[in-house]
């Protein structure tokens, strides 16, 4: 779902584990956040946004437009995501019916890097979607990103082995 030259292959390859939480979803007192850990060499960092009243499928498109929109340089990317929504969605098997603004938020995101989009369960135990699972809910609990929500996040995670083949080169978020 890019517009990058699939021929040409960004030499960087980024992992994305994408989160976004919406506590009353549905609900006048609704408040939601997103979460995106964004891995690099075995090296992990967490972006977070606290959204207000938006619905949960909201924070979820906006946690995976979070994680693209940090990059700062086009990338491979694989993501993951506990949203069959964003990940059918994105992937042209479910109809965008609602959420065009959040949907053109992604898609911009999305538009210079090669996106691979994957289903990781959530509640599943995985260090990684778990822990930005849990940031989510503590921004949209406390109402405001506390930066110490997120680096409690890439502690839980620590560091994880490099990937084979990664181009060294400057940070990339």
């Not at 919406?22 to 007192?29: K, Q, Y």
């Not at 700062?72 to 109809?95: H, I, K, Q």
């Not at 019916?97 to 898609?107: A, F, G, S, V």
């Not at 921004?139 to 502690?155: F, K, Y």
């Amino acid at each position: 779902m890019s517009d990058i030259n699939p021929n040409r292959r960004p030499a960087k390859s980024v992992t994305i584990f994408c989160d976004g939480s919406s506590l009353g979803n549905g609900r006048e007192e609704t408040r939601a956040a997103a979460v995106a850990m964004l891995g690099f060499r075995g090296l992990w960092r967490a972006f977070g946004t606290y959204l207000g009243k938006a619905t949960n499928q909201q924070a979820e498109i906006a946690a995976a437009a979070l994680g693209l929109e940090a990059l700062t340089e086009p990338c491979a990317v694989r993501l993951y995501t506990d949203s069959r929504y964003v990940v059918e969605t994105m992937c042209g098997r479910f109809r965008r019916k609602t959420n065009h603004e959040w949907w053109k938020r992604l898609d911009n995101a999305a538009a210079r890097h090669q996106v691979e989009w994957n289903w990781e369960q959530g509640h599943a135990g995985h260090l990684i979607q778990e822990a930005a699972d849990r940031a989510a809910r503590k921004i949209a609990a406390l109402g405001h990103v506390e930066p110490s929500v997120l680096q409690d996040a890439v502690d839980r995670v620590g560091v994880t082995e490099p990937e084979d083949g990664v181009e060294d080169g400057p940070e990339l978020f």
